[in-house]
């Protein structure tokens, strides 16, 4: 079941609930509801607690049937649980994330967002499409629908719509240069979770005596050092392998 018709159910079925019940007490039919269009995965933040955005950044939710959600909370990357009931929502700490800082007013943004998140009690599509998080102290995020996941990229298309698994705790967060990674090592590969979601998986070339393990599909390479101390290093095609800063475990 694709994602958006998953979502639909659970938000519309409790609106559908009320109606019947107004009209059993009422014994007249209400005018029925504007049916909303197919949800999608992916949501663009309009406004928080009320206000726009900062401009320039990026907030935006991913909701997947696997029970995660995740995305970009201003300045940062996030990922948690959640559990949604008609209605009725809400997001299951710990929410896990990356820990940049940005300009002081990002950062203030991000704060109100994430703690909207966290106390989230309802999430309600709208007739014009509109997904609305309510927090228990009343403060909302309010979203823009971004479109179907298997149509953001061609690398979606090709898996068939699926989007690639939300980061989970056991995922290191690193910053490769301009380029922040989510990684996971697993049997004999390594699952990298690019910023935009996508997920690639690096086989692990032959072991080799010496202090590093080289992960590669020959267009990304990611090579774990081991000796002297531990790190990582990154590198896109024939690119010289840059050094990682790990933000959190």
């Known amino acids: 079941m694709k994602y958006g018709l998953w979502i639909v159910t659970a938000l519309v079925a409790a609106g559908c ?16 509801a504007a049916t909303p269009p197919a949800v999608p ?6 406004t928080v607690a009320g206000e726009a955005p900062v401009p320039g950044t990026r907030f935006q939710l991913k909701m997947g049937v696997d029970g995660r959600i995740g995305g970009r909370s201003g300045c940062n990357n996030f990922s948690a649980r959640y559990a949604l009931n008609g209605t009725a929502f809400s997001v299951h700490p710990p929410m896990i994330g990356t820990k940049m800082a940005c300009p002081e007013a990002v950062m203030a943004q991000e704060a109100t967002f994430r703690a909207v998140l966290e106390t989230a009690t309802t999430a309600a599509v ?11 102290d009343g ?32 995922h290191i967060v690193m910053r490769c240069g301009v380029e922040q990674l989510r990684v996971r090592l697993m049997d004999e590969q390594a ?13 692990r070339l032959a072991r080799e005596a010496g202090p590093a393990e ?35 475990n």
Not at 192 to 197: I, P, S
């Open 191 to 203: 699952e990298v979770v690019l910023d935009d979601g996508s997920a690639v998986m690096l086989p």
């Open 139 to 170: 403060r909302a995020l309010r979203f823009a629908s971004a479109g179907a996941w298997e149509n953001n990229t061609a690398e979606n298309a090709a898996t068939g719509g699926v989007a690639p698994p939300m980061p989970v705790s056991s």
């Open 126 to 136: 709208s007739a014009d499409g509109k997904l609305t998080v309510t927090s228990s």
């Open 17 to 32: 609930t009320a109606e019947t019940s107004g009209q059993a007490a009422g014994g007249l039919a209400s005018p029925p």
């Open 41 to 46: 995965a992916i949501w663009t933040l309009e």
């Open 214 to 248: 080289t992960y590669t599909n020959g267009r990304m390479t990611l090579e774990r050092q081991t000796s002297p101390q531990h790190g990582f290093r990154f590198a896109r095609g024939r690119m010289a392998l840059t050094p990682c800063i790990l933000a959190q």
